[in-house]
């Protein structure tokens, strides 16, 4: 019997009070889930240590639940949208951190003060040779003074993505320089 047949028949019967169906289907459930779980959370760059917190919540999702699914329909559809929406609450709650070592932008940290300006028409063509998100960010922050927050709420991104975005685009500019490119 294949999967969807074999868990659709235990969910029917649970719903008909079938305690030990009911048991079964529980516990092939769990296995499922921590499959999909763990390949989610890899998939997305965590870590799989909250895998069993997001099986155990989808789980109770799922009893708390079952009156939704429409025994007419497939049950893998139904189980997949309830684990998706468990994982995303529990990934809402952990944030998205992001570490960058501080080697990694020394060079940027410690820039000296340049006692040349350049022209606008200058920045434009430096700043040109960015991606055009990192490139609005840059300008924001490092031209016109912007703080990160202020930079976040103007462009409508995240703090964390304008961070990420100047972070690259000063690094990007720097290689540049250091290539003799700007």
């Known amino acids: 019997m294949k999967l969807e047949e074999e868990l659709a028949s235990l969910m029917r019967a649970a719903s008909a009070e079938d305690a030990a169906a009911y048991h079964r289907l529980l516990s092939m459930l769990a296995d499922l889930l921590r499959r999909w779980v763990r390949h989610e959370l890899t998939r997305q760059g965590y870590g799989t240590a909250d895998a069993e917190d997001i099986v155990q919540e989808t789980l109770l999702a799922i009893h708390l639940k079952r009156a939704s699914w429409d025994p007419g329909r497939p049950i893998l559809p139904w189980l997949r949208a309830v684990t998706r929406h468990k994982l995303i609450d529990n990934l809402r709650r952990r944030g998205r951190r992001i570490m960058v070592p501080v080697e990694d932008v020394i060079e940027t940290l410690a820039a000296p003060e340049q006692e040349d300006n350049l022209s606008t028409d200058a920045i434009d063509r430096h700043l040109a040779t960015l991606p055009p998100g990192q490139s609005r960010v840059v300008r924001a922050i490092s031209i016109e003074g912007l703080s990160p927050s202020e930079a976040a709420r103007q462009l409508m991104l995240s703090e964390g ?18 290539k003799g490119a700007l």
């Open 161 to 178: 993505a304008v961070r990420v975005a100047l972070h690259r685009g000063l690094t990007a500019l720097a290689k540049a320089a250091r």
